[in-house]
């Protein structure tokens, strides 16, 4: 994929916004990511998907040592969630290369709107 001066310019920007998500609220990063590789540039859901996990991880790792230096990881929670995220991770992203057509956009849509409105009443 050529990138334009203008795709470069905008992935920069968003992507810094991902970051400010993500350091700041803890969390958000990789659906900014998502939403820009999938309107910006075009790319089919699967691919914007793997991609902006590739992109988030450099970016979590970054939040990791400023809340670590901070003390403020809950060190039991870490220990006793590691494994279930490894194993839903790995079943999650094989799921995703048997999906057809719109079917993981429209999971990611509903996975959003839900959380969004988690947040709301909570």
Do not use: R
């Amino acid at each position: 994929m050529n990138l334009t001066i203008k795709d470069k310019i905008i992935l920069l920007g968003c992507s810094a916004f991902a970051g400010l998500s993500n350091g700041f609220l803890g969390g958000g990063g990789g659906v900014v990511v998502v939403t820009l590789l999938l309107t910006v540039l075009k790319l089919p859901q699967k691919k914007a998907q793997a991609t902006a996990l590739l992109i988030i991880l450099p970016l979590t790792a970054v939040s990791l040592v400023v809340y670590l230096l901070g003390k403020d990881v809950q060190w039991d929670i870490v220990l006793y969630s590691t494994l279930g995220v490894f194993v839903g991770g790995t079943v999650g992203a094989l799921l995703l290369n048997k999906l057809q057509g719109n079917t993981a956009k429209i999971l990611f849509a509903v996975l959003l709107v839900a959380g969004g409105i988690k947040m709301l009443i909570a």
